[in-house]
């Protein structure tokens, strides 16, 4: 089919992929259009789960080209004195050694207890009654090596809630876990998210 051009600027008979490469610019294209599910990586928010029960909570099937996670805490609890752990794995499975991570409670500048862990990114719960709202970031710093950063807050006590860690995979990253830090002490409450982004 010839193409053609009308009276409105409209082009007809053009097929996917017809023009020249460099053909249109960003400036041609309106920004409303230019959605996440448009991207090659978009930003994309996972299924929130409910942390009422269980010991594990799994975010799987993260793609390869991920270089950004955001892990959202909606006031979760433990059944037990036990920690929050945010671990990572590979197609290998979720790897629980060899992380560098600490946490601390502190109300009105002062701290009031803090953890560290080599097990995963560690939150400071230490009491059935904590309850822990707040946004984990966890970035790469490229071959495989992710940092983590939290805030948030011990929202019964109104008391601030931060940690960071650091840990190198063994291999690409294509899941997270919500854990305890004893495995037995199960959630009690809450939820979380996850959002994620190249």
Known sequence: ???GING??????????????????????????????????????????????GTTVDFTGIPSWVRKITVMFNGVSLNGSAHILIQLGTSSGVESTSYSSASVHAVT??????????????LYMNSSANITAG??????????????????????????????GVKTLGATLDRVRI????????????????????
């Open 1 to 3: 089919m010839p193409i």
């Open 8 to 53: 409105s600027g409209t082009i007809t008979g053009l097929s996917a992929g017809g023009l020249p490469d460099a053909s249109i610019t960003a400036d041609d294209i309106a920004s409303a259009a230019v959605t996440p599910a448009k991207l090659s990586q978009p930003m994309t928010l996972a299924t929130a789960q409910n942390t009422t029960s």
């Open 109 to 122: 500048g002062n701290t009031v207890g803090g953890v560290n862990s080599t097990s995963g990114f560690v």
């Open 135 to 164: 946004v984990a970031t966890i970035a790469t710093l490229g071959s495989n090596v992710w940092a983590m950063s939290y805030c948030g807050g011990l929202t019964n006590v109104a008391s601030a809630h931060v940690g960071g």
């Open 179 to 198: 854990t305890s830090s004893n495995g037995t002490d199960a959630f009690d409450a809450g939820s979380v998210n996850i959002m994620y982004e190249g």
